[in-house]
């Protein structure tokens, strides 16, 4: 079967085949199950998010702008990898174009930066309605949170899309098959017949440092979130603050863990299996989109309260 896809072409071809998970097709129709119920659960949950911050003028506050956005690029990254994830894992190996892969790549990767932006947002917001209360306002006006938006697209933007123009220049003249379920900027790469050497260096080197920034910047909002919290006189002033902050935090450790684990892994790990480094990127493509939304309405207490009271009330009818 490997024979059949044993394809080879010259500077841009014109298609390359996704494999799956080598080393455990036997599994794939069995692993789909779970990828598919977590994709319509990512789907029903951010959706959900997006329709209640959009009818709801409560919620039209710069907390749940920023989780609108967290929303809106979890169904990008859903929508861009698991389809053809899981159709991989019942149908077999399929075949994708060169600018559909360029395509994919390009909206996995500018999701992640957008995601990580966007949690840094997120920590700022909570930094200002801690740490300077009355002024929460007068600081996060609608023109602030328009530039601060516009830096976040802007800069997620100009990260990845280089990527793609690193890609275009390369020759490929081995065979076209990826030994995964999507595309994306190394594993790409490494098909061409030349030195990929500035592929390796851009695409570890730059949105490591993105990242990095991000996570020190998060690092020092909570450090001084904190100290203004236990610095609070009322226990109950302590507590609600530390809830408010809570579901950041978990959505933070969610988004940045595996992540972080996938990277280091990908880069250093050599003795690990390959079907596992493929299995981890899955799952970090897969669950946080779906555990975002579960994670916001358990622990915010006005998204709870909108979704809860309709059933509430039905049941009081």
């Known amino acids: 079967m490997m024979a059949t896809f044993n394809l080879t072409s010259f500077v841009n071809p014109g298609s390359f085949i996704l494999l799956g998970i080598p080393g455990l097709e036997h599994f794939h129709i069995w692993i789909g199950i ?3 119920i977590i994709y319509l659960v990512a789907l029903a949950g951010n959706s959900v998010l997006l329709y209640l911050i959009s009818m709801e003028r409560s919620l039209h506050e710069p ?3 920023f989780l609108s956005m967290l929303a809106a690029t979890d169904l990008i990254l859903s929508n861009t990898c698991v389809p053809k994830t899981f159709s991989i894992f019942w149908l077999g190996p399929q075949e994708i174009t060169f600018p559909g892969c360029l395509t994919q790549m390009f909206f996995l990767h500018y999701s992640f930066a957008m995601d990580s932006a966007t949690l840094l947002a997120m920590a700022f917001d909570r930094y200002i309605a801690i740490c300077f209360p009355l002024r929460y306002n007068t600081i996060l006006t609608r023109q602030v949170i328009t530039k601060i938006v516009t830096g976040i697209i802007s800069r997620s933007f100009c990260i990845i899309f280089p990527c793609v123009f690193l890609l275009k220049r390369l020759p490929f003249c081995q065979t076209l098959i990826i030994p995964h379920t999507y595309c994306e900027h190394i594993g790409i790469a490494q098909l061409a017949c030349a030195d990929i050497s500035i592929n390796i260096w851009y695409g570890f080197a730059v949105p490591v440092m993105t990242v990095t920034s991000d996570l020190i910047l998060i ?4 450090t001084l979130i904190l100290r203004a919290v236990f610095n609070l006189p009322s226990q109950d002033a302590r507590q609600k603050a530390l809830n408010t902050c ?3 935090v978990c959505v933070i450790l969610i988004f940045y863990i595996p992540a972080i684990f996938s990277v280091l892994t990908h ?12 299995l981890i990127a899955n799952l970090y493509v897969a669950i946080p989109p779906a555990l ?4 916001y309405g358990v622990k915010t207490k006005q998204i709870r309260e909108k979704i809860i009271l309709p059933f509430f009330l039905k049941g009081t009818q």
């Open 63 to 65: 907390m749940f702008f």
């Open 219 to 222: 690092g020092i909002s909570y």
């Open 292 to 295: 975002n939304p579960i994670i």
């Open 246 to 248: 809570g579901s950041h």
């Open 267 to 278: 880069r250093f790990g050599h003795n690990i299996p390959h079907s596992f480094h493929i």
């Open 34 to 36: 779970p990828f598919f």
